[in-house]
């Protein structure tokens, strides 16, 4: 099957990715359609490695399940990335990496056309999240800037990080672009660049950082700059696994955090009696984290469902005096006096010793500001480079730990003059009382 006119159009249509992206993509020979298991389909790939799905959206059917997609590889050669080919032969200086999937990587041509880059910006797209990057792949980014585009979950966000890190040391420049927090035009939340092609207008024009997604000379607040020797902080979940014999799509968000739920219930299940305390104050803690993570408190549905896991696993071990209402109404009456959640307290201890790690910030329109204001600006820096959303906590009582000469009281009046001066964005107050919540902040200048 020839890549027809015909079938560029009906690809271009069903998918509502813009025709020229389509047909930049099969001048790079990364898209052709073929004929695959009787059916016309459209293949994303290289001579390296590829991935194939039918032009009529349909599933393939495959040992009696249904599969959107199927990987056409073998063995170790799953993990090489797509479109290196295409990099090297022209010398593309600057990358787009889509870690999961073939719909991403013609969605970031598609941006590409409308933003004019077109002509000159790489694409290059993984298989699914359990990629391992090969070292021989890993030297074709030297002295190349590349900018990873994370799917909008828990996994998608670690990807892009463990990618990241692998490319800084060699890479020009490595970025992650978050796509978190924005919705399609039907409603949802956008969970990928593919849903990005169908932005909410409003969100668009809102969010001036999607106006240059493949302009990696932009340096908004969606974007961070991933440097040798940096670390991102993450809720604790396993790292993700993935097996080059089997090709799978990832989930929805939704779906995601259902698993991530249910995983965390499970490892903070009781394993002996006497327990149950101490493990559902670290089943509540890790809660919290997840909350902070994805700015949303968990709905009574989601803490439902944690809860009746945590307690079908740990049953064997609770004490059959108490019943299940016992253990619910401990549970969730103790989720409101939760204060530091899961990795909160490393994530502080990370940023303060990173205020004498790195150059302390300059503050706008004041060239003077005494070192107190500057040890404080780099407190907010640290934290919003561990943030995966770039939104984080801090207290009054932390923000004095800036610098010696601070208490809880002029650690405020500070945070209020950087929020003047464009340094900070005080997205929430917090609770002035010992104990209470911490005010929510985003970083504004560069990181």
Not at 5 to 18: E, K, M, P, R, V
Request: charged share 30%; net charge neutral; hydrophobic share 40%.
């Amino acid at each position: 099957m020839t890549a027809g006119g015909n079938f560029a159009d009906h690809l271009s249509a069903q998918l509502a990715i813009g025709l020229p992206a389509i047909e930049e993509a099969i001048r790079r020979r990364l898209l052709s359609f073929v004929k695959h298991r009787n059916s016309c389909c459209w293949r994303f790939g290289d001579s390296r490695n590829g991935s194939l799905r039918r032009i009529d959206a349909a599933p393939f059917r495959i040992n009696g399940e249904c599969v959107k997609a199927e990987a056409e590889t073998h063995g170790n050669s799953w993990h090489q990335l797509i479109g290196l080919d295409d990099v090297v032969e022209n010398d593309r200086r600057d990358i787009l990496l889509l870690p999961e999937g073939s719909k991403d990587a013609l969605a970031a041509l598609h941006f590409a056309d409308a933003e004019g880059t077109l002509s000159y910006v790489g694409v290059v797209a993984a298989l699914g999240t359990g990629i391992n990057l090969l070292a021989e792949d890993v030297e074709r980014f030297i002295r190349r800037r590349v900018r990873i585009i994370a799917d909008v979950d828990q996994v998608g966000i670690q990807t892009a990080t463990r990618i990241g890190e692998r490319l800084a040391p060699v890479a020009a420049t490595v970025q992650i672009f978050s796509l978190a927090g924005l919705k399609r035009d039907d409603g949802s939340h956008v969970k990928d660049l593919f849903d990005l092609s169908r932005i909410d207008y409003d969100d668009f024009e809102a969010n001036r950082d999607l106006w240059s997604v493949t302009d990696l000379n932009s340096k908004g607040e969606r974007v961070t700059v991933l440097t040798k020797g940096h670390e991102f902080l993450f809720s604790p979940l396993p790292p993700p696994h993935g097996s080059p014999e089997s090709h799978e799509f990832p989930v929805s968000s939704s779906q995601e955090l259902e698993k991530e739920l249910e995983k965390l219930a499970k490892r903070n299940a009781c394993i002996a009696r006497h327990t149950a305390r101490t493990r559902r104050w670290k089943l509540e803690r890790d809660l919290m984290a997840v909350e902070k993570r994805i700015s949303r408190k968990l709905s009574p549905d989601e803490l439902m469902k944690t809860f009746d896991e945590w307690h079908r696993t740990s049953h064997p071990h609770l004490d059959p005096k108490k019943t299940r209402d016992d253990y619910l109404g401990a549970f969730l009456a103790e989720l409101g006096k939760v204060r530091v959640p899961t990795g909160e307290g490393e994530a502080l201890k990370r940023a303060l010793a990173g205020i004498s790690t790195y150059p302390l910030p300059e503050i706008p329109g004041r060239p003077d500001a005494p070192e107190s204001w500057r040890s404080v600006a780099a407190l907010h820096r640290e934290l919003a480079g561990q943030s995966a959303n770039g939104r984080y906590f801090l207290s009054c009582r932390d923000a004095a730990k800036a610098h010696p000469g601070l208490n809880k009281d002029s650690a405020n009046t500070i945070n209020l003059a950087l929020d003047r001066l464009g340094v900070i964005k005080l997205l929430r107050v917090g609770n002035a009382r010992p104990g209470g919540n911490a005010s929510e902040f985003r970083f504004l200048m560069p990181l």
